[in-house]
């Protein structure tokens, strides 16, 4: 498949700014963009920070093809938020603090005020299966009818948007909130309140 050279540049960009801010792993994560019909998916086990043109499979919106073999395991994921909700974009990856306050937390609600503005509150889901089953992919895809960006206990978020940008927007906003969230407990001090109804941003 010849990936279109603008939607090229901009994936390699946004995959090598994953990679290099600390949001995923080498080879960990995915993304992906729908065009018509039509899903362009980063291949399975290429690596975020060093995409190559070769590295994009296209694939069907629905069915099976060619492309399936090759694209990436959570493709079933991608398929069903397309399918659920208008995103034009989804990234998969691996932000190591919101993963780690995902496995004590049922949501990760901000507590600084960029991160409150931007996201309110992120819902931490649970599945048996931890990665590109149906279960998974019909929890999270319905819960972002609501939402830009989810947890999956344990796992890593997924992110929508109209755009990739968009979509990478909420990932380095859910990651700053989180690391405020954990460096504000390891100061271990009494929180000043600077919000009216701070309590009330629990019930976001």
């Not at 895809?141 to 997924?158: A, D, N, P």
Request: glycine letters at 8%; one cysteine or more.
């Amino acid at each position: 498949m010849a990936i279109d050279p603008r939607l090229y540049e901009e994936m390699r960009y946004i995959g090598r700014d994953i990679f290099v801010t600390g949001l995923t792993s080498s080879h960990g994560g995915n993304m992906s963009v729908r065009v018509g019909s039509k899903i362009i998916i980063k291949r399975r086990g290429a690596q975020f920070g060093q995409l190559k043109p070769t590295d994009f499979v296209e694939t069907s919106f629905r069915g099976r093809d060619s492309g399936i073999m090759r694209a990436s395991s959570e493709l079933i994921v991608h398929r069903a938020i397309y399918e659920q909700t208008s995103a034009l974009a989804v990234i998969h990856c691996h932000p190591r603090t919101a993963v780690v306050l995902s496995l004590s937390r049922d949501a990760i609600i901000p507590i600084d005020v960029e991160g409150s503005y931007v996201l309110h509150k992120v819902p931490v889901l649970a599945t048996e299966h931890a990665s590109g089953s149906p279960e998974m992919a019909e929890l999270i895809s319905k819960t972002l009818r609501e939402y830009k960006i989810v947890m999956h206990r344990g796992h890593g978020c997924f992110s929508i948007g109209q755009t990739l940008e968009e979509a990478y927007q909420w990932i380095t906003a859910l990651e700053e909130a989180s690391d405020i969230i954990w460096r504000a407990a390891l100061l271990g001090e009494e929180r000043k309140e600077f919000r009216k109804h701070g309590d009330a941003y629990d019930s976001w």
